[in-house]
């Protein structure tokens, strides 16, 4: 809650706080998905933004002023995220904020970009507080785009760095949902593995519809019959939890390496055994 509390300060600042002084409150955006397939990861992460704001309003705000956040449900569509993006900045709102879809996430930054060259009296500042789309990173960097999370390609980095060199994983099987996500990650994971460590085989690199599988059983049979010494999904939401739920059934211990940070239903889906 501190760190959260923070980081909103610095935007504040960073932005300016010229404008946000003349209101009672300093109004966030909140632009995700409050419907449709990944609504749970949007109310999760809704409900812990409305938290850490209700701890940092109890704590003196910032600047003297209390913070207010303005639900806004993209349907996780590009199309409704700008649309609630051009909405937001009718209001007023200096500030959004949004985390679980890459393409939402890529098309705000470059809005927003595009809104402040040629406004810059009412510049706009997108708080990203978990979308780690590689789109977005080195040359497109941008003032305007504020990542409060690690970037694919970190977290790609991390957990290569982090499977076992003592010989217990020599081979990985891949399974990831079917959209811009799981496509980023499939191939930042299988593009440093193969630079750090070229000896660990892929024996297999499935994608399944996002949002849209009951039963991952079929799925886990095809990683059992391949042999692979653990898994490696960046599934997030009831896809990682089903996912989860099907390989604790197998009672397989082997590992799971999850890239995504959006697991917190995953451990109880795993059960008392995992």
């Known amino acids: 809650m501190r760190i959260l509390s923070r980081l909103l300060l610095l935007a504040l600042l960073l932005v300016g706080c010229g ?17 449709g397939r990944y609504a749970d990861l949007g109310f999760a992460s809704l409900k812990q933004y409305q938290s850490a704001i209700a701890y940092t309003n ?4 910032a600047l003297g002023l ?21 909405l937001a900045i009718q209001q007023g709102i200096r500030y959004v904020t949004q985390g679980n ?3 939402v996430a890529v098309a705000l930054a470059k809005a927003i970009d595009a809104h402040n060259r040629e406004n810059p009296a009412r510049s706009v500042m997108y708080l990203n507080y978990g979308d780690g789309a590689p789109q977005l990173d080195n040359d497109a960097c941008s003032f305007w785009h504020f990542r409060f999370d690690a970037s694919l390609a970190m977290k ?6 982090g499977i076992p060199a003592d010989g217990s994983v020599q081979s990985l ?3 990831n949902q079917d ?32 949002g849209k599988v009951k039963d991952f059983s079929v799925y886990i049979r095809r990683i059992v019959d391949s042999g692979a010494d653990a898994i490696v999904t ?17 009672g397989q211990a082997k590992q799971v390496f999850v890239l995504s940070n959006s697991v917190s239903l995953a451990p109880p889906a795993i059960g008392q055994r995992g």
């Open 19 to 35: 404008s946000a002084n003349s209101a009672d409150t300093i109004k966030i955006a909140f632009i995700d998905a409050l419907s």
């Open 58 to 61: 109890a704590n003196g705000g």
């Open 66 to 86: 209390d913070f207010e956040l303005v639900p806004l449900d993209d349907q996780s569509r590009v199309e409704q995220a700008l649309s609630n993006l051009e």
């Open 101 to 103: 879809n890459p393409e």
């Open 156 to 161: 790609a980095h991390a957990m290569v760095a």
């Open 173 to 175: 099987y891949l399974i």
């Open 179 to 210: 959209d811009p996500w799981g496509h980023d990650a499939s191939r930042e994971f299988l593009s440093i593995l193969s630079k750090q460590r070229p000896e660990i085989r892929i024996v297999g690199d499935e994608l399944h519809p996002a």
């Open 234 to 250: 960046a599934d997030r939401g009831a896809d990682l939890v089903k996912l989860m739920s099907a390989w604790s059934k197998t």
